[in-house]
């Protein structure tokens, strides 16, 4: 076992991904967590863990339509990709996986401060959580613990199925939620969402067409 990355790598990590300030150095994982070493988790294991979470999120994000759920659902939805993407940068060999995560980090981190700014200008009574919930930790753990040989794979098949889960809630929220300033954002952020689901599936098919 290994503990998480140490500020330094961090940051090192972050600025090649373009990613400066309070997300360079914001730890969002939860207090005291340790993560596995690389090449400790079974890929398929992994993988029906992967998909038993991916259904309970899928669910969750079917029934937001509160502010409060809504942004927590999106602010944990934001703060793993970036540290997913951080991992894909200094884990994957593939360099197209590595710019697809560099593409995830700088797009989520967009994200996370515009819906900042709109909760600030609304003067709304809701806090984005600041670390993540136990499912998004274990994914981030699934991917540590991958083999070298494995963790391409395991990426993007969570990034998969990571932006379904955020193109449902980013729809369900532009449909029936509750502060209209926001459901403008999720209106707005639901093409994105699509584009980055799209690409993802691209590079799965080019990942298992190559493999």
């Not at 060999?93 to 819906?115: C, I, P, S, W």
């Not at 700014?117 to 613990?145: F, S």
């Not at 980013?170 to 459901?183: C, E, L, P």
Request: proline share 3%; hydrophobic share 35%; no cysteine.
């Amino acid at each position: 076992m290994k503990k998480t990355l140490g500020i330094a790598s961090v940051i090192a990590i972050s600025a090649s991904l373009g990613i400066s300030g309070a997300w360079a150095q914001q730890n969002v994982e939860q207090p005291g967590h340790v993560s596995p070493t690389p090449g400790t988790s079974n890929d398929t294991m992994s993988a029906t863990k992967d998909t038993a979470g991916h259904a309970m999120g899928t669910i969750s994000a079917e029934m937001t339509s509160t502010l409060k759920g809504f942004v927590t659902a999106a602010a944990i939805s934001d703060m793993y990709e970036v540290e997913a993407g951080k991992i894909a940068a200094q884990r994957s060999k593939n360099k197209e996986v590595r710019d697809f995560a560099a593409k995830m980090v700088k797009g989520h981190t967009q994200t996370t401060d515009e819906l900042k700014t709109l909760l600030r200008d609304d003067k709304a009574n809701v806090t984005p959580p600041t670390q993540l919930d136990d499912r998004h930790q274990a994914m981030l753990d699934e991917l540590r613990g991958a083999k070298g040989s494995d963790f391409d794979n395991r990426y993007i098949s969570q990034q998969i199925d990571a932006h379904k889960e955020a193109l449902i809630l980013m729809r369900g929220y532009a449909k029936d939620g509750d502060v209209a300033s926001i459901q403008s954002f999720a209106t707005k952020t639901v093409p994105v969402v699509q584009a980055h689901l799209d690409m993802a599936q691209r590079l799965d098919s080019a990942i298992n067409k190559n493999s």
